[in-house]
């Protein structure tokens, strides 16, 4: 049973950096791209970024480009997302993904919540 | 590529037959899926590449459509398919339609 766990959410400061993580269980982890998404209170749904298997392409978001940074280690079965320079519209629920072989997402985590306020 | 979806709320009885539209800007050659999310919960996949159900999907969602033009359909909805169902298009950028909630008469 494939099996995404994320952590790290929580309240921060407008202008900090976090960094969530993802572990994931119940597939090969090294053979799937993987995406994380967010959805702000009450909103839709955002996809911003998204990272090869073997980690050779990573794209992202307008909203997040040269802020966030996407990254993973495929021995530890692990995505991470670093979050740089948080804005109060950053605040949002994070959800890893993975990828479905064309970039969609055929499985996502619970998610983990970060708030960005003063 | 925008998503549009409508209705933004349907409300309707038990074992009616529903459709759900999602319309795009640009051609979307057939690259739409369709997620449902529960209250409290994370998207589920329901329908990948416009027609392909997801492993383990009941049968009762199926999807359609070319072009712009897109539709799921709940051959008889059942009280737990109350939820909200968002289309997702992966031709063009990556974006999600803004969601038809479901709820039950």
Known sequence: EVQLVESGGGLVKPGSSLKLSCVASGFTFSSYGMHWIRQAPKKGLEWIALIYYDSSNKYYADSVKGRFTIS????????????????????AMYYCAKDGLYWYFDFWGPGTMVTVSS | ??????????????????????????????????????????????????????????????????????????????????????????????TFGSGTKLEIK
């Not at chain 2, 209705?7 to 369709?34: E, F, H, M």
């Not at chain 2, 059942?78 to 992966?90: G, I, K, M, R």
């Open chain 2, 1 to 94: 590529i925008q998503l549009t979806q409508s209705p933004s709320l349907l409300s309707a009885s038990v074992g009616d037959r529903v459709t759900l539209s999602c319309k795009g800007s640009q051609n979307i050659n057939n690259y739409l899926a369709w997620y449902q999310q529960k209250l409290g919960e994370a998207p589920k996949l329901l329908i990948y590449n416009t027609n392909s159900l997801q492993t383990g999907i009941p049968s009762r969602f199926s999807g359609s459509g070319s072009g712009t033009d897109y539709t799921l359909t709940i051959s008889s909805l059942q009280p737990e398919d109350v939820a909200t169902y968002f289309c997702y298009q992966y031709n063009n950028g990556l």
């Open chain 1, 72 to 91: 993973r280690d495929n021995s530890k079965n692990t995505l991470y997302l670093e979050m740089n320079s948080l804005r109060s519209e950053d605040t």
